[in-house]
């Protein structure tokens, strides 16, 4: 039930690899519980080779994709972060 922020993600290329930050939300009003999507993202990362980490933290093949999760406006937002596993983690 996410839908993709296209204005709000960005993608570029460091020396150590690509950044890639995407943005989903949900709509006003058909919002699921956070723990709803979490628990989505915990069962569908793993067959796709995504080795679960600590705090909604995913790491494959030299990549780690983090997950953060918010309440704004009556949404749920996700914003997806993915960046080369020795890349620093970035805001919260």
């Avoid at 020396?15 to 723990?35: F, L």
């Avoid at 953060?68 to 406006?73: D, K, S």
């Amino acid at each position: 039930g996410l839908t993709e922020a296209v204005e709000q993600g960005v993608q570029f290329d460091s020396p150590a690899g690509r950044i890639v930050t995407a943005v989903a939300q949900s709509s006003a009003g058909k919002t699921p519980p956070i723990s709803t999507v979490r628990a989505f993202y915990r069962r569908v990362l793993p067959p796709l080779g995504w080795i679960a980490g600590a705090a909604d933290t995913y790491k494959r093949e030299g990549e780690r994709l983090t997950l953060r999760f918010e309440n704004a406006g009556g949404r749920i937002i996700v914003r997806i972060r993915l960046v080369p596993a020795a890349a620093s983690p970035g805001p919260k």
